[in-house]
């Protein structure tokens, strides 16, 4: 049973750049969040997706912007980069449709540097 | 807004010893759910145990246990026989209940050292 998986683990963009970082949630699941985690912080949460809606938003700009596919796989994407928005992006899966434990399964993440 | 607390950034301890992470968090909600999640360097974040709001009785999940203080909003975890293993970031996080909306607010974490 294959576990959350994330793509890339490690890229490098500039200033102004545009990225796109994807996520495949674990089998069976149906909701995917997706987390910034900066160097030595907690993770802080973006958003949330369910039903190929955007569920739930944290408090990040418009930059960041996601998508879900029918599949439950998810893409975060960032526009305009900043150096700011280097960080750990880490995707997290969990099933909504029953009953919850509130356990988030998470993706090893992907290393974004803005240079 | 919900916010977590862990005032340790750092501990060490030494294998086979115990020790105690501590956790405070601040809600209005009588319901929700507690957890520590370790994140090792190999940085992948995984369940260590979970508490819900409603249970009196602590959780417990071998060697890790934990003390949770409704009223006075603290929630430490405490692991026993400590393993070089267990060396990693350990972040407290909250959520509520209402919904299956799942969505977390962690702590700022405390690195773990065990020493052999």
């Known amino acids: 049973d294959a576990g959350v998986t994330q793509s890339p683990t490690h890229l490098i963009k500039t200033r102004g750049q545009q990225v796109t970082l994807r996520c495949s949630p674990k089998s069976g699941h149906d909701t995917v969040s997706w987390y910034q985690q900066a160097l030595g912080q907690g993770p802080q949460f973006i ?19 996601g998508h879900q596919f029918p599949n439950y796989s998810s893409e975060l994407n960032v526009n305009a980069l900043l150096l700011g928005d280097s960080a750990l992006y880490l995707c997290a899966s969990s099933y909504t449709a029953g009953v919850g434990t509130g356990e988030l399964f998470f993706g090893e993440g992907s290393r974004l540097t803005v240079l | 807004a919900q916010t977590v607390t862990q005032s340790q950034p750092e501990m060490s301890v030494q294998e086979a010893e115990t020790v105690t992470l501590s956790c405070t968090y601040d809600t209005s909600e ?5 957890f520590w999640y370790k994140q090792p360097p190999s940085r992948q974040m995984i369940l260590v145990i979970r508490q819900e709001a409603y249970k009196q009785q602590n959780a417990t999940e071998n ?42 607010t962690f702590g700022k974490g405390t690195l773990l050292t065990v020493n052999p």
């Open chain 1, 47 to 65: 958003f949330q997706y369910y039903e190929e809606e955007e569920r739930q938003r944290g408090n990040f700009p418009d930059r960041f912007s």
């Open chain 2, 30 to 34: 009588n319901n929700y759910y507690l």
């Open chain 2, 63 to 104: 060697r890790f246990s934990v003390n949770f203080q409704k009223a006075a909003k603290s929630f430490s975890l405490k692991i026993s026989d400590s393993q070089l293993g267990d060396t990693a970031m350990y972040f407290c996080a909250f959520t509520n209940s209402g919904g299956s909306n799942y969505k977390l």
